[in-house]
């Protein structure tokens, strides 16, 4: 079944063609951060205008990548929720009308579904039941995860999300947008100098909580700017003292993540982990789950770095998993647009 999937859930347009029996086909991604870098931060008014001036363009490049027509199209799936309900409108609009258009049938994809999901997108993808840490911008969460639509929460932020720890500390630090890779590339020049807290770290269970982190984060640049000139902003901040907070920052975040993964596999007596999301692209993040997993004979798998962050490919595989499905009890499909800004992961069953 070739299934062509959209993604419009915040500030990337992604689309992509997935084939159930040969994998995926083609993908190709528009990022709109440079069109509101200048903002500071995503403009929802902005973001819809931008997918629908680009979700058709990128729709023909990967028929023409994929050397296929819309008529070989047998599904649609889109990304139903969560994110900006303009930004999901425009994808939806565009897939259901597609769908309808073509007489395929369509799904509404749930985003973060989309990002569980994207390691198996990879070469000897690994196999249920598996531990997955999902941290992205908008959520920190660890599930036991036994197949499509069978997820179980096992821990879950009580405040900011990863990304959004990165993305506000990257902003104390006078970063642009989007924070996360910057922060992360600063901290590649630090050094062990600051000492920052561990929250949550020995909580013994597995949630976690980032917003005092990034209030000790502040604290310090508040101290550090006080130290280096009275009248200065933190702005003017040193560069070699914001890439030793940086640093010190990313030790906390990534230790606190990666001792909860293990602690996920101790608890659930599992060996296998899957990582996904944006803040997954993490570089140091990666290099303490891979030694602490390899430590205890366990298994970690990851997205390839472009679909860490959001894609098309994610949510046409995860669309493709569900429309398999229910290909065998196949139901008139409903072509209505509607979206779900706020959607619960745990409301997902099983296809
Ligand atoms: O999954 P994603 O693209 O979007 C959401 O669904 O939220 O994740 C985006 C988040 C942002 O907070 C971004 O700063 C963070 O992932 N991020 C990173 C890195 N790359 C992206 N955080 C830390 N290190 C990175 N290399
Ligand atoms: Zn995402």
């Given amino acids: 079944m070739l299934v062509l999937g959209f993604e419009s859930s915040c500030d990337e347009t ?9 994998g995926l086909l083609a993908h190709a991604l528009h990022s709109q951060v440079e069109m509101h870098a200048e903002y500071g931060g995503v403009v929802p008014e902005l973001a819809s205008r931008d997918h629908i001036r680009r979700a058709l363009p990128l729709t023909q490049h990967v028929l023409a990548q994929a050397n296929k027509t819309l008529a070989d199209v047998e599904g649609i799936a889109y990304t139903q929720g969560p994110g900006l309900a303009g930004a999901l409108l425009v ?15 369509s799904i509404g994809v749930h985003h973060l579904e989309g990002h569980l999901l994207a390691p198996l997108l990879e070469k000897n993808p690994p196999k249920f039941p598996f531990v997955a840490l999902l941290v992205s911008g908008g959520h920190s969460q660890l599930m036991r995860v036994d197949g499509i639509g069978q997820y179980e929460l096992l821990g879950d932020t009580l405040d900011d999300a990863a990304g959004e720890a990165f993305d506000k500390t990257a902003k104390l630090l006078g970063l642009g947008y989007p924070g996360g890779p910057a922060l992360a590339k600063l901290a590649a020049q630090g050094k062990p100098r600051f000492k920052l807290p561990r929250p949550m770290l020995n909580s013994k269970d597995l949630n976690f909580s980032f917003s005092g982190l990034k209030t000790a984060v502040l604290t310090l640049v508040n101290q550090e700017t006080a130290n280096q000139n009275q009248h200065s902003n933190p702005d003017t901040l040193d560069l070699a003292i914001k890439a030793d907070i940086a640093w010190e920052f990313q030790e906390s975040v990534t230790e606190i993540l990666t001792s909860k993964c293990m602690a996920a596999l101790r608890q659930t007596g599992l060996d296998n982990l899957i990582v996904s999301g944006g803040v997954g692209a993490n570089s140091r993040l990666r290099e303490k789950l891979n030694a602490a997993t390899k430590r205890k004979l366990c298994k970690v798998s990851y997205p390839r770095l472009e679909f860490c962050t959001d894609n098309g490919a994610m949510i046409a595989f995860a669309g493709a998993m569900r429309l398999k499905t229910l290909q065998q009890h196949p139901q008139p499909t409903h072509y209505g647009v509607q ?13």
């Avoid at 994808?91 to 049938?105: D, H, K, R």
């Fill in 14 to 22: 992604g689309v992509a063609l997935y084939d159930t029996e040969q």
């Fill in 91 to 105: 994808g939806a609009s565009i897939a259901q009308s597609l769908a309808f258009t073509l007489q395929v049938p």
């Fill in 339 to 351: 979206i779900k800004a706020r959607w619960d992961l745990a409301e997902l069953t099983t296809p």
